[in-house]
Nanobody, 129 residues
């Protein structure tokens, strides 16, 4: 079992930056592929970014590529999402997720929420215009 706890959300202005953190416990963190998703009111949960167990492989949604950076610190059992140049359309609840399976070379695999085994409770990010 893995417990995930997100933090770092808040209210910011258009163009600001924010860093989300997700602390994991309960299972060897370094063996997990980690991801970030977000869900805006009335919309489906959407993929944001994912990172392999070593941190050597990452993937991003087109909507955040070049603005967001996912990283991890296996010594601290934590994954991060650095969000720069935030836009009002980035407003959503952001969720951290973990996948027990080995890294998949299928580029679409990690965009599907049901492929992840564990989820955090989410942290709200609101970007004002």
């Amino acid at each position: 079992q893995v417990q995930l706890v997100e933090s770092g959300g808040g209210l910011v202005q258009h163009g600001d930056s924010l860093r989300l953190s997700c602390a994991a416990s309960g299972r060897t963190f370094s063996s997990l592929t980690m991801g970030w998703f977000r869900q805006a009111p009335g919309k489906e949960r959407e993929f944001v970014a994912t990172i392999s167990w070593s941190g050597g492989r990452t993937s991003y949604a087109d909507s955040v590529k070049g603005r967001f950076t996912i990283s991890r610190d296996n010594a601290k059992n934590t994954v991060y999402l650095q969000m720069n140049s935030l836009k009002p359309e980035d407003t959503a609840v952001y969720y951290c997720a973990a996948d027990r399976a080995p890294w998949s070379t299928n580029r679409y695999y990690y965009t599907v929420p049901s492929n992840y085994d564990y989820w955090g409770q989410g942290t709200q990010v609101t970007v004002s215009s």
